[in-house]
């Protein structure tokens, strides 16, 4: 089958039909999205970094210790995608992170991923020559708390080769309900 595509070469002649032909395939493209991210979970296992497990283990872990933990859906999907950013931007791998899931989650979860780096380095940046109480740049901020539980139960803990992990299609239902077309519809452009 012919793939139809739009007739402009800069946007600035488009027309109204060509985006009604690009909303169309834009449907499908943002209703994969859990798919796409799940594949880049998947990437994850292929490097350890030196820690002593691979970052997807490391990432299911804080997952898992969060749904075992009683937290929600929501919640419990940024545990398992904190550190998605790993492999393709590592210096600033919890801004990727919450970038992806900015339109998706509440501002808490988002700030609580954003920032969660700083605040994981309350647990070693003095072994690196930084300073352990960075986080406290944040101290008073509505989310301080909950973004340093974050890291203390689940993140921190989570480098155990022991530890009995759910598996990354346990979590896939709910990466596909909260990453869902439906849900950033209903969150509207502004999310």
């Given amino acids: 089958m012919k793939q139809v595509h739009a007739s402009f070469r800069a946007l600035a002649d488009s027309t109204a039909s060509d985006w009604e032909l690009l909303t169309k395939a834009f449907v499908p493209f943002l209703n994969d999205l859990p798919n796409r991210i799940l594949s880049q979970m998947g990437e994850l296992a292929h490097d350890h970094g030196g820690f002593p497990v691979n970052r997807l283990e490391h990432c299911l872990q804080t997952a898992t210790r969060a749904y075992q933990g009683g937290q929600d859906e929501e919640y419990v999907v940024c545990a398992l995608l904190h550190d998605i950013g790993d492999i393709l931007a590592p210096a600033t791998h919890a801004d990727l992170a919450a970038t992806i899931l900015k339109p998706y989650v509440s501002p808490e979860n988002h700030w609580m991923v954003e920032k969660h780096g700083i605040f994981q380095g309350y647990y070693f940046f003095h072994h690196i ?4 109480n960075m986080r406290d740049q944040f101290r008073g901020h509505q989310w301080f708390e909950r973004t340093a539980e974050f890291c203390e139960k689940y993140d921190q ?5 022991e530890f009995d992990s759910m598996s990354l299609e346990d979590f896939a239902p709910m990466v596909c309900r909260v990453l869902s077309a439906d849900r950033l519809m209903a969150k509207g452009p502004e999310a």
């Fill in 157 to 161: 803990p989570s480098f155990d080769p």
């Fill in 129 to 132: 020559g930084l300073d352990r």
